[in-house]
Nanobody, 122 residues
Framework: QVQLVESGGGLVQAGDSLRLSCAAS????????MGWFRQAPGKEREFVAR????????IYADSVKGRFTISRDNAKNTIYLQMNSLKPEDTAVYYC???????????????WGQGTQVTVSS
């Protein structure tokens, strides 16, 4: 499995931006579909965005479409999530994940990071 470490979370105000990073080690991410998920307190983990191995296919959850941008740099073994126009409802722990299938389903991802907290105040 690939090991994943997220960074870049923090406390921001509504309307601000954050950029999350997910650094991989152990294996090259070029072999994996990569995704970002989030989990708010008391809620199930939910899909945010995913990107294909080459980066040619990108899918977003409706709730973040137009505000968030997922990208990957296979040479750096890193993926990113640029989050703009943040809202209080974006508050959650954000996780990156790696899988061998292009899907938005949590259970189809094999490797997960430890998560990074994003808190958006109103």
């Amino acid at each position: 499995q690939v090991q994943l470490v997220e960074s870049g979370g923090g406390l921001v105000q509504a309307g601000d931006s954050l950029r999350l990073s997910c650094a991989a080690s152990g294996r090259t991410i070029s072999n994996y579909y990569m995704g970002w998920f989030r989990q708010a307190p008391g809620k199930e983990r939910e899909f945010v965005a995913r990107i294909s191995r080459s980066g040619s296919t990108i899918i977003y959850a409706d709730s973040v479409k137009g505000r968030f941008t997922i990208s990957r740099d296979n040479a750096k073994n890193t993926i990113y999530l640029q989050m703009n126009s943040l809202k209080p409802e974006d508050t959650a722990v954000y996780y990156c994940a790696a899988g061998t299938v292009g899907t938005s389903v949590v259970s189809n991802y094999d490797s997960w990071g430890q998560g990074t907290q994003v808190t958006v105040s109103s």
